[in-house]
């Protein structure tokens, strides 16, 4: 059994299913259930395709928000509190953002 395995079969909720394992600053490794990919949109086009996959995903699961577009990274922790998601980082990286989101409720 691997560590994947047993760090799932530790969540009282039924396993998500795993696209990727993230090292987040301050966060340590969490499980991504979904990626978004809004590089090359423009607002409010990033944070309607973020409304729509919350809407999709489990109570605990995180989703990562690529980004290119400044104004929409810098509009994400608030749109998070309005969504009832917890952010959990914004990531610069050459060129675009990724942000990281956990439904709260």
């Known amino acids: 059994m691997g ?7 530790r969540r ?5 299913s795993v696209l990727r394992m993230v ?3 301050g966060r340590g490794l969490v499980a991504l259930a979904r990626s978004v990919d809004c590089l090359g949109e423009m607002c409010p086009r ?3 395709l973020t409304v729509k996959v919350v ?5 605990g ?6 980004t290119d577009n400044a ?3 810098e509009g994400f922790p608030a749109l998070a509190m309005k969504l009832d998601c917890e952010h959990l980082a914004t ?9 990281y989101l956990r439904r709260s409720a």
Do not use: K, M
Request: proline share 10%; no cysteine.
């Open 91 to 99: 990531v610069r990286e050459t060129g675009h953002w990724r942000i």
């Open 46 to 48: 990033p944070q309607l």
């Open 71 to 73: 104004a929409a990274a």
């Open 23 to 25: 090292d987040l600053p």
């Open 3 to 9: 560590w994947l395995d047993r760090l799932l079969r």
């Open 61 to 66: 699961d995180v989703i990562e928000v690529l």
């Open 55 to 59: 809407d999709e995903v489990d109570v």
């Open 12 to 16: 009282r909720s039924p396993p998500v």
